[in-house]
């Protein structure tokens, strides 16, 4: 089977969608079934996508895609070009990477999208007026005309259900895979950070992450001297419709080198914030999957998220969950206190989210969108004789 994974996208830098693309990449690679892995990506992304993907296996090819870095021309690409590429690479099944306009009948293979959540519809504010209506209206046409749903929680499938049943119809949930990284960098993205401890919080400059939360959190703890004066916040996240507040956030409120603000940096460099923080902080008010709370408890850090589904699906025992409401700040600052005086935890198994499980799933999945095989191709099973048959033939 040779199955083509669309990420191309406006992000130069490696963050949510691009890493979905990549695991899946690595997941079905360890299928044998799996005749070819196709990732195609914008020019910008080739950069770090070689980096990240760098494998060995000469099952995987990277594409560049013909395109500009404009939405109607990235739009425009997937919508006519990208049925051509999938043709011309013999595509047994064409998995989208996230919810793009899709020309069903120009593709010779089913097509699959992951769907990560529905904020086009649950929090506008991500996009800005008129944006967001262009966004639904994408999302829709693609749900509409794609052949399954991968759904990356059960909290996405049932928002899809409220929305729109009979699209649900042909969703499922396959978690992201998310394994341990056995790498880490040896130092810091910024080595003058190295020592000294930090929080960290790893999320995109919008409004569901709810940064503003989390920066207040940290002012509260510094100046009631809740924790060590030398403690920083450190926000690993690419630039967004919120960063323009955060930076006026950290002017305004005497932050200026207490929060380092990070972006694009490598995986290595992740694991080596998630080794070496004291407490990661994930404050969202709403989420898709929740990949830094995954990954931090993988990691074996202390974590302190705000009590939602998504967190909740992942797990119920290992996080400290904290509500969101009027007395957010608060509590969020009592729950960090908390959490870091216990013992740092040992690493917590996610065998659900493992390249093996997920792999399986994704394997089903195809397998249930492609058409049977002629009867003639089909194996022909020829019961051996029996021993005393075998002794009457001879």
């Known amino acids: 089977m040779k199955v083509v994974i669309a990420l191309a996208s406006s992000s130069g830098q490696l963050s949510g969608v691009p890493r ?24 910008w992304q080739m950069g770090f996508v070689e980096d990240a993907v760098a494998c060995g296996d000469k099952r995987l090819h ?31 099944i064409v998995h989208l990477a996230y919810p793009v306009p899709v020309r069903q009948r120009a593709f010779q293979c089913p097509t699959v999208v992951t769907l990560h959540d529905l904020y086009p519809y649950d929090i506008p504010e991500n996009f800005g007026f008129p944006k967001v209506v262009f966004n639904r209206a994408v999302l829709r046409q693609c749900l509409r005309s794609v052949d399954a749903i991968a759904c990356v929680s059960q909290g ?46 790893v999320a995109q400059h919008r409004r569901n992450k709810n940064i503003l939360l989390a920066l207040k959190v940290f002012e509260r703890l510094l100046r009631t001297r809740r924790v060590p004066a030398g403690m920083r916040l ?107 005086r216990q013992p740092p935890p040992e690493p917590v198994a996610l065998p659900q989210l493992s390249a093996p499980v997920i792999a399986e ?17 089909r194996s022909i099973h020829i019961p051996l004789p029996s021993r005393g048959e075998r002794q009457h033939l001879l």
């Not at 049932?158 to 396959?174: F, G």
């Not at 926000?235 to 930076?247: H, L, N």
């Not at 004291?278 to 999957?289: N, T, Y």
Request: charged share 15%.
């Open 234 to 340: 450190v926000i690993v996240g690419i630039d967004g419709p919120e960063t323009s507040a955060i930076k006026k956030f950290i002017n305004g409120s005497g932050l200026v080198g207490c929060v380092l603000l990070l972006k694009g940096i490598s995986d290595a460099q992740l694991q080596w914030c998630y080794s070496n923080c004291s407490l990661v902080l994930a404050p969202s008010a709403i989420e898709g999957f929740g990949l830094p709370v995954a990954e931090a408890l993988l990691a074996g850090c202390r974590v302190v998220c705000s009590d939602i589904p998504a967190f909740r699906e992942l797990t119920c025992s290992h996080c400290t969950f904290v509500p969101l409401g009027a007395r957010e700040v608060e509590l969020f600052t009592d729950a960090v206190c908390t959490t870091l």
């Open 156 to 201: 996405t499938l049932s928002r899809l259900q409220s929305l729109d049943p009979q699209l649900a119809q042909k969703a499922t949930v396959i978690y992201n895979s998310v394994a341990p990284h056995a790498l880490s960098a040896a130092e810091s993205a910024r080595p003058e950070w190295s020592r000294g401890p930090f929080l960290l919080c």
């Open 20 to 43: 979905h693309a990549i695991n899946l990449a690595r997941c079905l690679l360890t299928r044998d079934e799996i005749g070819a892995v196709h990732l195609v990506a914008a020019p």
């Open 62 to 92: 990277l594409h560049a895609a013909s395109i500009g870095n404009s939405t109607l021309s990235r739009n425009l690409w997937f919508y006519s070009q990208l049925p051509k590429l999938a043709t011309e690479l013999d595509a047994g």
């Open 361 to 377: 799933a994704y394997m089903r999945l195809y397998r249930s969108l492609l058409p049977a095989p002629p009867a003639n191709e």
